[in-house]
């Protein structure tokens, strides 16, 4: 058996090699060379006006996006697991799309529509509403781009635990509310939870699409993601680490709640 | 049939054109639109834009690199699945929550990161900042969990009896592993390089940093498609992103049709 031993150690360096050299060393260096300096620096280049503007914002497009999908993919789980209708199946695979598509390319095709010499885009700025280079277009990229999440992890689970217990509820004189908020929901909770999880991720650090919708005008419309290339591309290295950190514990913050939440999924 | 519970919401009507609205309006309607921008112009002006010396260079780069991703993927990621769940070490739980980190963390980081280390002020005296080596360091970095997400679950569920069959009748580690457990994660494996392959030919965020989009040499197609909207040519931006949509619907379609045929070998 000492072959066998030799190799599950070969396949061990190999992996921890590669996540180290991958991930935990770039990760970890960016932190080093945050805090190089003690915390004052960082402080200071965090607590700037437009730096606190960039964590609104993206704490807003969070707020506002996350929310907008998290009804929606219940909804649209719901439809496509507990109802038939013609379509079903376009509808189902139209809805892995905002996957497949560039980040870049959902900004572009945003501002085709919503721009101002857009679709519908010069309509709209007619009758004063700015979508593009405004807040409203940027919700919209991170709603397209966050789109998925909710059905896809909703979806398998309301799949998995059937309709009895609906219609016991349903049987019993609950109406389709009440079933829902009892029942229903209490169900899919997991689910639901980790989807919320994976947008809330992705809204956080958008980049591509919010950065073509945006227009980038720092204190405006830039983001902590925008920030952080916007600060690196000015030799503001201090200022992109700093930026760049916020963002970093923000997301390990989501990696912590992923790992409470994926090992009762699979308990389940 | 069973009589269905009551639907909430107002029922079936009203959530179907909630979220066709919603589809619609958020969706399907600006992807219409890049397809009407790319080819408004006539057949001519789209095939001149896509056939442009830099666009095909960087659609070339963009397919050989995202080729490589998958290949090194298919590879390491199942490697890592192996490790998390046949080996045991401390810090195991830890290692697997950390193959999500790169979902979780913001593209733009993840590209900052890789600079820091091996980029031009980095500690190690090389630079893969603006290089082909760089792109494809930033591609590895953000495909990361998707063939070790996609290979975990069916390595925990295979059976272990054709395994111990196998070695008791003599056959080598090596034997088994090429003869038993590639064929039975095959499937998954391949649906993990799928996606992302996927997520290589669209990816953006992760690549400006470290890119430095030199054209013909580290520019890949998103960014020609974000230089050619800052610099006023939605056009020929259009035209490219109408390729590249339509690579990434093929590949759905890839996907959609290795999962069919996981779902009928997994019985």
């Known amino acids: 058996m000492t072959s066998n031993r030799r190799s599950r150690v070969t396949m061990r360096t190999i992996a921890l090699g590669y996540l180290a050299v991958l991930l935990v060393l770039p990760v970890g260096f960016v932190f080093y060379r945050t805090f190089q300096h003690g915390l004052a620096p960082v402080w200071s280049s965090i607590s700037q006006p437009d730096a606190l503007h960039a964590l609104y914002l993206t704490l807003v497009m969070v707020i506002v996006a996350v929310p907008l999908n998290a009804a929606f993919g219940v909804v649209c789980a719901l439809l496509l697991v507990r109802h038939d209708f013609r379509g079903k199946a376009l509808l189902n695979g139209l809805i892995d799309l905002p996957f497949a598509v560039s980040p870049v390319i959902i900004g572009l095709s945003l501002v085709l529509v919503y721009g101002e010499s857009g679709w519908l885009g010069g309509w709209l700025t007619g009758n004063g509403f700015q979508i593009i280079f405004a807040l409203p277009g940027m919700v919209l990229a991170t709603v397209f781009v966050s789109l998925p999440f909710v059905v896809r992890e909703v979806a398998p689970v309301l799949k998995e635990i059937g309709t009895e217990q609906e219609q016991a509820a349903s049987t019993l004189g609950a109406s389709g509310w009440q079933t829902f908020w009892r029942v229903t929901l209490p169900a899919i909770r997991w689910g639901l939870a980790y989807g919320i999880v994976l947008s809330t991720a992705r809204a956080l650090g958008e980049f591509g699409a919010v950065s073509i919708v945006s227009g980038k005008l720092v204190g405006q419309t830039e983001t902590l993601p925008l920030r952080v290339d916007n600060q690196f591309q000015n030799f503001d290295v201090t200022g992109a680490y700093a930026a760049a950190v916020v963002l970093a514990v923000l997301a390990l913050s989501t990696l912590f709640a992923m790992s409470r939440i994926q090992p009762r999924e699979l308990d389940r | ?267």
Not at chain 2, 37 to 44: I, N, R, V
Not at chain 2, 112 to 123: E, I, N, V
Not at chain 2, 184 to 202: E, M, V, Y
């Open chain 2, 1 to 267: 049939m069973p009589a269905r519970a009551a639907p909430p919401i107002g029922g079936a009507a009203l959530s179907r054109g909630v979220v066709t609205l919603y589809l619609t309006l958020i969706v399907l309607l600006p992807l219409a639109a890049v397809v009407e921008k790319a080819t408004g112009g006539g057949l001519g002006a789209f095939w001149d834009s896509v056939s442009s010396a830099e666009a095909v260079a960087a659609v070339k780069l963009t397919l050989l690199v995202s080729l490589g991703v998958v290949a090194i993927n298919a590879v390491t990621g199942t490697i890592i699945a192996w490790v998390l769940v046949r080996d045991e070490f401390p810090g195991k739980r830890i290692v697997n929550a950390l193959i999500d980190l790169p979902f979780a963390l913001p593209t733009i980081v993840a590209g900052l990161t890789l600079l820091a280390l091996y980029g031009p002020r980095g500690p190690f005296g090389f630079n893969i900042a603006y290089t082909r080596l760089g792109v494809l360091a930033a591609l590895l970095f953000v495909t990361l969990p998707f063939v070790v997400r996609a290979v975990q679950p069916v390595l925990i569920e295979l059976d272990r009896d054709m395994e111990e069959a196998a070695a008791s009748l003599g056959a080598s580690g090596a034997t088994i592993f090429r003869r038993i457990i590639l064929p039975n994660l095959s499937p998954a494996i391949l649906a993990g390089a799928a996606l992302a392959f996927a997520r290589s030919i669209g990816e953006f965020g992760s690549l400006v940093l470290i890119s430095g989009n030199l054209p013909y040499k580290t520019e890949v197609a998103s960014v020609l498609i974000s230089n050619q909207v800052e610099s006023g040519n939605p056009h020929g931006a259009a035209a490219v992103s109408v390729l590249l949509l339509a690579v990434a619907f093929t590949v759905m379609l890839v996907i959609s049709g290795i999962s069919r045929w996981g779902a009928r070998h997994d019985v």
